[in-house]
């Protein structure tokens, strides 16, 4: 508005009548503005997460179920029709891939999970207390919490090497021949498991050193009073009052394992190697919509993982809050 | 007043969401109309790394802007499995691989027909390209793609390990086997022969074998024939040769880049593989083998030396590209006769006949190299992998047996299996 007077020339009179305006008069847009904020604060202050939660959650889950509804394939533009439930009846009764990868992601979450969560809690109890140098075994425990998982994949991919690889150089150094690894059809889930573990350990010692620094000394040191000994003291002192967080811990990590992607794909490829021996859901459902472009299906394998991943969580938060209690 | 604001603060939250919605897709898809950039999207290869050297070149010749994206080729193809669905416009020329992607890329529509164009400049010469690849670059009749590079399968063999076991250079199939077991044997280090082993990624090396056992992936009625006698054969010949000759240990996840390493390491003493990748293995700074290597012609099987022929890459417009001229400008600049000389004198066997029958073409190649090249540019197929639209889920099926041969499994037997999926599989596609 400004710029429209000045074209006229007499700045000064209308910046006072402007003023003039703005404190007492009808209200001006910018007022108006405010009342209406002000009355819609509740939904002013909660557009910007509404609107990303709308667009990069509700949107992509809802399109992703409708696609699982139709037959579409080669591409999402391409006509396709509504077939219902087919797609759910077709990964449902597929026992070559479909299983065999749920049972994988099973597998890799279940093993990978229980043995992070007890290295994990053997590593917090050691760092627990305080000791010479400290500062300096944290640091280098997170390491491998930082590197990127495609590298962590190249590099185990090369540490494993059957023939070039530096494990089977040590293994044969002290006379065990050389194994597969990595290339083996019974070895590699295992394989890939220990990388998870060494990987993703660090964090769950960061989560439970948390909870442990939080304890209050005085129920321990009554134990000990009682004559407790040290198993005694972590069986039923400790770990009671740590369960909560040990619950947080297996949450977390729980979810990240179940759809953990990187390392399996960086070290194994599409399909998950020849014999589809890493081949998790995700794999699976990244396979079908990027190499063999059946959107439909693919949306169904993964309408049906998100399905597995919330039961999951939902039962482990009921036992979180069980133990609460 | 208040429903007024309402709606205007509707329409700036849905102009926000629309926008952070584009915000993956393109900016300034305008400009380049106006500004004539060419968005050029390549894969890391050498023949990219020559014309990314000359594009300054063209820039200057046409006035044209070039915006280069490179990547690797599981990328690549993501790439445009993402940005092509979305009907971006936002990639103008696009490096595509004709066997792999070019029927179903032409099937939905992400490619632009090129017909009239490559037959409108005589000096640009669309006949002077080779038939096979000029073949697997048109779809029902339509030409949507120029080739660039072409491969052919040949033999890679280590002259000292051939010599110290005082074995010929093998012509045929039954020569390579022996010769592979009297190396091995003599050598423990050593494996007699390395191939690729990966389910997917030996299909196309594994094909030559197919064609020269007297097979294919589908025989003339268009039925499934990998469960034929020729084919299970060929099964149990590659995969017996990697089983009982191959390196200790193989792995079944094996692609080119893995089983080159162990040739150059000199860990292998016959290799089959692409031409086109030749440099691995003679460029002293990557193979430890450099000035050892030769080459020959593929093996004599039973049908005689049948190895593929075919376009590896090639170069495609975007259909949804708002600027397909300067595109196809960009095509035939970067696939002009000098441009083609210079890439196969960077060591990328190119499409064009001139190219090969001009003297230059093949200076810069091993002179072993250059007459197995054109002993199978006569004999060769053009294709290395089954000609369908899902060509990534066929090369899964018919790939399963060598696999399983390798790991020692009857070859006859996954053969008959795999002949029914992908029977099955074919039948899914007719529909």
Same mark, same amino acid.
Not at chain 2, 22 to 39: E, L, P, Q, Y
Not at chain 2, 63 to 87: F, P, R, W
Not at chain 2, 148 to 163: G, M, P, S, W
Not at chain 2, 388 to 394: E, L, P, Q, S
């Given at each position: 508005?400004?710029?429209?007077?000045?074209?006229?020339?007499?700045?000064?009179?209308?910046?006072?009548?402007?003023?003039?305006?703005?404190?007492?008069? /009808?209200?001006?847009?910018?007022?108006?503005?405010? =009342?209406?904020?002000?009355?819609?604060?509740?939904?002013?202050?909660?557009? @910007?997460?509404?609107?990303?939660?709308?667009?990069?959650?509700?949107? @992509?889950?809802?399109?992703?179920?409708? *696609?699982?509804?139709?037959?579409?394939?080669?591409?999402?533009?391409?006509?396709?029709?509504?077939?219902?439930?087919?797609?759910?009846?077709?990964?449902?009764?597929?026992?070559?891939?479909?299983?065999?990868?749920?049972?994988?992601?099973?597998?890799?979450?279940?093993?990978?999970?229980?043995?992070?969560?007890?290295?994990?809690?053997?590593?917090?109890?050691?760092?627990?207390?305080?000791?010479?140098?400290?500062?300096?075994?944290?640091?280098?425990?997170?390491?491998?919490?930082?590197?990127? $998982?495609?590298?962590?994949?190249?590099?185990?991919?090369?540490?494993?090497?059957?023939?070039?690889?530096?494990? #089977?150089?040590?293994?044969?150094?002290?006379?065990?021949?050389?194994?597969?690894?990595?290339?083996?059809?019974?070895?590699?889930?295992?394989?890939?498991?220990?990388?998870?573990?060494?990987?993703?350990?660090?964090?769950?010692?960061?989560?439970?050193?948390?909870? *442990? /620094?939080?304890?209050?000394?005085?129920?321990?040191?009554?134990?000990?009073?009682?004559?407790?000994?040290?198993?005694?003291?972590?069986?039923?002192?400790?770990?009671?009052?740590?369960?909560?967080?040990?619950?947080?811990?297996?949450?977390?990590?729980?979810?990240?394992?179940?759809?953990?992607?990187?390392?399996?794909?960086?070290?194994?490829?599409?399909?998950?190697?020849?014999?589809?021996?890493?081949?998790? *859901?995700?794999?699976?459902?990244?396979g079908l919509s990027f190499d063999y472009n059946q959107y439909g299906l693919s949306s169904a394998v993964l309408i049906l993982f998100f399905m597995i991943?919330?039961?999951?969580?939902?039962?482990?938060?009921?036992?979180?809050?069980?133990?609460?209690? | 007043?208040?429903?007024?604001?309402?709606?205007?603060?509707?329409?700036?939250?849905?102009?926000?969401?629309?926008?952070?919605?584009?915000?993956?897709?393109?900016?300034?898809?305008?400009?380049?109309?106006?500004?004539?950039?060419?968005?050029?999207?390549?894969?890391?290869?050498?023949?990219?790394?020559?014309?990314?050297?000359?594009?300054?070149?063209?820039?200057?010749?046409?006035? *044209?802007?070039?915006?280069?994206?490179?990547?690797?080729?599981?990328?690549?193809?993501?790439?445009?499995?993402?940005?092509?669905?979305?009907?971006?416009?936002?990639?103008?020329?696009?490096?595509?691989?004709?066997?792999?992607?070019?029927?179903?890329?032409?099937?939905?529509?992400?490619?632009?027909?090129?017909?009239?164009?490559?037959? =409108?400049?005589?000096?640009?010469?669309?006949?002077?390209?080779?038939?096979?690849?000029?073949?697997?670059?048109?779809?029902?009749?339509?030409?949507?793609?120029?080739?660039?590079?072409?491969?052919?399968?040949?033999?890679?063999?280590?002259?000292?390990?051939?010599?110290?076991?005082?074995?010929?250079?093998?012509?045929?199939?039954?020569?390579?086997?022996?010769?592979?077991?009297?190396?091995?044997?003599?050598? @423990?280090?050593?494996?007699?022969?390395?191939a690729r082993t990966g389910k997917s990624a030996a299909v196309t090396q594994f094909s030559s074998f197919l064609y020269s056992f007297g097979g294919d992936?589908?025989?003339?009625?268009?039925?499934?024939?990998?469960?034929?006698?020729?084919?299970?054969?060929?099964?149990?010949?590659?995969?017996?040769?990697?089983?009982?000759?191959?390196? +200790? #240990?193989?792995?079944?996840?094996?692609?080119?880049?893995?089983?080159?390493?162990?040739?150059?390491?000199?860990?292998?003493?016959?290799?089959?593989?692409?031409?086109?990748?030749?440099?691995?293995?003679?460029? @002293?700074?990557?193979?430890?083998?450099?000035?050892?290597?030769?080459?020959?012609?593929? $093996?004599?099987?039973?049908?005689?030396?049948?190895?593929?022929?075919?376009?590896?890459?090639?170069?495609?417009?975007?259909?949804?590209?708002?600027?397909?001229?300067?595109?196809? +400008?960009?095509?035939?600049?970067?696939?002009?006769?000098?441009?083609?000389?210079?890439?196969?004198?960077?060591?990328?066997?190119? $499409?064009?006949?001139?190219?090969?029958?001009?003297?230059?073409?093949?200076?810069?190649?091993?002179?072993?190299?250059?007459?197995?090249?054109?002993?199978?540019?006569?004999?060769?197929?053009?294709?290395?992998? $089954?000609?369908?639209?899902?060509?990534?889920?066929?090369?899964?099926?018919?790939?399963?047996?060598?696999?399983?041969?390798?790991?020692?499994?009857?070859?006859?037997?996954?053969?008959?299996?795999?002949?029914?999926?992908?029977?099955?599989?074919?039948?899914?596609?007719?529909?």
């Open positions: 508005m400004s710029v429209l007077n000045n074209s006229r020339g007499d700045t000064a009179r209308d910046t006072t009548r402007d003023a003039a305006r703005g404190a007492s008069r /009808t209200p001006g847009p910018r007022k108006n503005f405010s =009342a209406w904020a002000n009355r819609h604060r509740k939904w002013l202050f909660a557009a @910007p997460a509404m609107i990303f939660v709308g667009v990069l959650i509700v949107f @992509p889950l809802a399109w992703t179920i409708y *696609l699982s509804l139709t037959d579409s394939q080669g591409s999402v533009r391409a006509a396709s029709e509504f077939v219902g439930l087919e797609n759910y009846l077709t990964v449902l009764s597929d026992v070559e891939r479909f299983w065999p990868a749920v049972g994988r992601t099973l597998t890799f979450t279940g093993v990978a999970l229980v043995c992070e969560v007890v290295l994990g809690m053997g590593i917090a109890l050691l760092l627990w207390r305080p000791f010479r140098g400290e500062k300096w075994v944290r640091v280098a425990i997170l390491l491998p919490l930082v590197a990127t $998982p495609v590298a962590v994949g190249m590099m185990w991919r090369l540490i494993f090497d059957p023939n070039i690889g530096f494990v #089977n150089q040590l293994l044969g150094m002290i006379g065990i021949p050389p194994q597969p690894w990595l290339s083996g059809q019974d070895t590699a889930l295992g394989t890939t498991i220990f990388m998870d573990i060494w990987q993703w350990t660090p964090m769950v010692v960061l989560i439970l050193l948390a909870g *442990l /620094t939080s304890l209050s000394e005085e129920p321990d040191e009554a134990a000990r009073m009682d004559g407790a000994n040290a198993f005694q003291r972590f069986f039923f002192i400790t770990l009671p009052l740590m369960m909560p967080t040990v619950i947080v811990a297996i949450l977390l990590r729980g979810i990240d394992a179940l759809k953990t992607f990187d390392i399996l794909y960086a070290t194994k490829g599409k399909g998950g190697g020849s014999f589809h021996e890493v081949e998790t *859901l995700n794999v699976y459902a990244y991943i919330i039961i999951t969580m939902w039962l482990l938060t009921m036992r979180k809050k069980a133990v609460s209690k | 007043m208040k429903r007024r604001s309402i709606v205007k603060y509707a329409a700036v939250a849905a102009a926000l969401s629309l926008g952070v919605t584009a915000c993956g897709g393109g900016s300034g898809s305008s400009d380049a109309k106006t500004s004539g950039t060419v968005r050029v999207t390549l894969a890391n290869h050498v023949w990219t790394d020559g014309i990314k050297a000359a594009i300054p070149e063209f820039e200057k010749a046409t006035g *044209l802007k070039v915006e280069l994206t490179q990547l690797g080729e599981d990328q690549l193809s993501d790439q445009y499995n993402v940005k092509l669905n979305a009907g971006s416009d936002e990639i103008d020329v696009m490096m595509y691989r004709p066997l792999q992607e070019g029927k179903a890329f032409a099937k939905n529509g992400y490619l632009a027909d090129l017909t009239s164009k490559v037959s =409108a400049d005589s000096n640009w010469d669309w006949k002077d390209y080779q038939d096979g690849p000029v073949k697997a670059s048109t779809v029902d009749g339509k030409v949507v793609g120029v080739p660039i590079i072409t491969e052919r399968e040949v033999l890679y063999y280590r002259k000292d390990l051939l010599a110290a076991a005082g074995v010929q250079v093998p012509k045929t199939m039954d020569e390579l086997e022996a010769a592979a077991k009297k190396i091995s044997a003599s050598n @423990p280090d050593t494996a007699g022969f390395v992936f589908v025989d003339a009625s268009g039925k499934s024939a990998v469960g034929s006698d020729a084919a299970k054969k060929a099964y149990s010949f590659y995969g017996g040769l990697i089983k009982n000759y191959g390196p +200790k #240990n193989v792995s079944t996840d094996m692609s080119w880049p893995e089983a080159m390493a162990i040739f150059t390491q000199g860990k292998a003493a016959f290799y089959t593989e692409a031409d086109s990748l030749y440099k691995n293995a003679t460029d @002293p700074a990557k193979s430890k083998v450099s000035d050892k290597v030769g080459f020959a012609a593929l $093996p004599a099987g039973p049908a005689g030396s049948k190895p593929y022929n075919i376009p590896s890459w090639g170069l495609a417009v975007n259909k949804a590209s708002s600027n397909q001229d300067n595109a196809w +400008k960009f095509i035939q600049w970067a696939t002009s006769k000098d441009r083609t000389l210079a890439a196969q004198k960077a060591g990328v066997p190119g $499409p064009r006949a001139s190219v090969w029958a001009d003297p230059a073409g093949t200076s810069t190649y091993p002179q072993d190299l250059a007459d197995a090249i054109a002993a199978s540019a006569k004999t060769g197929v053009g294709h290395d992998r $089954p000609e369908v639209v899902t060509v990534g889920k066929a090369r899964e099926i018919v790939g399963a047996p060598i696999v399983a041969t390798i790991t020692g499994a009857d070859a006859s037997a996954a053969a008959d299996t795999a002949n029914d999926a992908f029977q099955k599989f074919l039948d899914s596609e007719k529909k």
